[in-house]
């Protein structure tokens, strides 16, 4: 008799899973802003990027201690400036400056350097708001790697072809 009701129950125990599906690409969106213009100083004032791409969750996960102190939902979200890959070592000092000074720990410090064909993709947080505070789970990084994982880009050198071959893959932020 306990062997029935074990087996009657376990799919809505398995139903009842609270650990969000980190790899749900229809949670996420993003937004490409063409017109950015750098916050930080530029190590290199020539140097510019072409623009900035955000990656936000649009449904929010539980973080008691973000709850606790900011009195607000969690939404993880990760921003990249786009350079052209002529500009690949000038993205590599960004990024060693960013790991060098940043005091966040280590999976939520930022620096995270991309290169997709002609691009050069560059987040300049010092400390991410990708990872969970108490089960420390990087919500940004592993739909960071299938959204970019098969990009085909044919490397146009601008972002209306990284705006439509993103869209393929996640929605579009809605304005």
Known sequence: MPKIIFILLTPFLLSCDSEPDI????QWTYEID???EPTIKPLNDTIKPIGLIKFIRTESIKDKQREEIYLEDWFPSIYFEIYDKTELEHCKK???TIKMF???????????L???KNYVFVNRGYCLNC????VETDYCRPILDLIFSELNLNGSRDLQEINEKIGMKINK???
């Open 23 to 26: 790899n749900d690409l229809k």
């Open 34 to 36: 063409s017109e950015y």
């Open 94 to 96: 960004i990024s060693k």
């Open 102 to 112: 940043s005091s966040c720990e280590k999976a939520n410090v930022g620096g995270d």
């Open 114 to 116: 991309i290169l997709v």
């Open 131 to 134: 990872v969970q505070s108490e």
């Open 173 to 175: 932020a809605s304005r």
